[in-house]
């Protein structure tokens, strides 16, 4: 198995998407059914401009695309980005899984000799 | 297995990682502070840990190698930041180069809190990372076994994203 790697600029683009909750949000709703730009607009409380600059980070960081169709721009999420950054956080866990495995070992071994 | 919860927070790129032990606090402590006991558990099975320096106190420094399946050798270093027995301790865990010393970068930030419960001790270690290069590069060196079973997590972890939709 090996650990897809991204470049640094890549990965940094996508953490900073991420950072900020009304585009945790977006990506979010996008990941399951295509939203148009207006339909996401009316969740929340700011501008269609300051929607359609959320999404521009998004965009720039590979979270979603967009398209347009006819009058609207329809923002689709990309999974396998969202994957990747969620891969490293969960393999890393399952490092501490593990760890903590050993130690109950270690930890029964003392009860087993009394 | 006794771990409470994990916690992964992507933004901040934290782990919190929550585990009970029935043992005493001084136990546990014990895990941490004397290199032979670490050595039995900081490296996979597969890649088992030596400490060849462990000055666990304030300012104190570590060095140790986890060892392959093949025999190559990964090598690491701790510089222990701040210690209050049997209660927390903080250190800095990076890379070292072949001779051992640490190589160039940023190291991977732990503190580590254990307090006493009814069952035994409960231990919160709380890992921050710079950036996810980072975070690939310690997966690459302490993560050889399990990982097929982390992978299926995220799957789980991108149905969490759906309900929350």
């Not at chain 1, 939203?35 to 965009?59: D, G, P, R």
């Not at chain 2, 950036?131 to 399990?146: A, C, N, Y």
């Given at each position: 198995?090996?650990?897809h790697e991204a470049?640094?600029?890549?990965?940094?683009r996508?953490f900073?998407?991420l950072?900020d909750?009304?585009?945790r949000?977006?990506v979010t709703r996008?990941m399951?059914?295509?939203?148009?730009i207006?339909?996401?607009?009316?969740?929340?409380?700011m501008s269609f401009?300051?929607?359609h600059?959320h999404?521009?980070?998004?965009e720039r960081?590979?979270?979603?695309?967009?398209?347009?169709?006819?009058?609207?721009?329809?923002?689709r999420g990309?999974?396998?980005?969202?994957r990747?950054?969620s891969?490293l956080l969960t393999?890393?866990?399952e490092?501490w899984?593990?760890?903590t495995?050993?130690?109950d070992?270690?930890?029964?071994?003392?009860?087993?000799k009394? | 297995?006794p771990?409470?919860?994990?916690d992964?927070?992507?933004?901040a790129?934290t782990?919190t990682?929550?585990?009970e032990f029935?043992?005493?606090?001084?136990?546990?402590?014990q895990?941490?502070?004397?290199p032979?006991?670490l050595?039995?558990?900081?490296?996979?099975?597969s890649?088992p840990?030596?400490?060849v320096?462990?000055?666990f106190?304030?300012?104190g420094e570590?060095r140790?190698?986890?060892?392959g399946?093949?025999g190559?050798k990964?090598p690491?270093?701790w510089?222990?930041?701040?210690?209050?027995a049997?209660?927390?301790f903080e250190?800095?865990?990076g890379?070292?180069?072949?001779?051992?010393?640490?190589a160039?970068g940023e190291?991977?930030?732990?503190?580590?809190?254990?307090?006493?419960?009814?069952?035994?001790?409960?231990?919160t270690?709380?890992?921050?990372f710079?950036?996810?290069?980072q975070?690939?590069?310690m997966?690459?060196?302490g993560?050889k076994d399990?990982?097929?079973?982390?992978l299926?997590?995220i799957?789980?972890?991108?149905?969490?994203?759906r309900?929350s939709?």
């Amino acid at each position: 198995m090996v650990i897809h790697e991204a470049s640094e600029s890549e990965t940094d683009r996508v953490f900073q998407a991420l950072s900020d909750a009304t585009r945790r949000d977006i990506v979010t709703r996008v990941m399951t059914t295509e939203q148009s730009i207006t339909q996401l607009a009316q969740h929340y409380n700011m501008s269609f401009a300051a929607v359609h600059k959320h999404i521009a980070v998004l965009e720039r960081a590979s979270l979603v695309t967009k398209e347009r169709r006819g009058r609207e721009q329809i923002v689709r999420g990309i999974v396998e980005t969202l994957r990747n950054a969620s891969r490293l956080l969960t393999t890393y866990e399952e490092i501490w899984r593990q760890r903590t495995h050993q130690i109950d070992v270690l930890l029964s071994d003392d009860q087993g000799k009394g | 297995m006794p771990v409470v919860s994990s916690d992964t927070d992507r933004d901040a790129l934290t782990l919190t990682f929550v585990a009970e032990f029935d043992a005493s606090i001084d136990r546990v402590w014990q895990l941490w502070e004397d290199p032979r006991q670490l050595e039995r558990w900081w490296g996979p099975p597969s890649w088992p840990a030596t400490f060849v320096r462990h000055e666990f106190r304030e300012g104190g420094e570590s060095r140790y190698y986890m060892t392959g399946p093949e025999g190559e050798k990964a090598p690491g270093w701790w510089k222990i930041t701040r210690v209050d027995a049997p209660h927390v301790f903080e250190f800095d865990d990076g890379f070292s180069n072949e001779d051992g010393e640490p190589a160039p970068g940023e190291p991977v930030r732990g503190v580590v809190t254990f307090e006493e419960i009814d069952a035994g001790t409960r231990f919160t270690i709380v890992t921050t990372f710079v950036s996810e290069e980072q975070l690939d590069e310690m997966l690459k060196m302490g993560m050889k076994d399990g990982m097929g079973e982390a992978l299926g997590q995220i799957d789980g972890l991108l149905a969490d994203a759906r309900q929350s939709h």
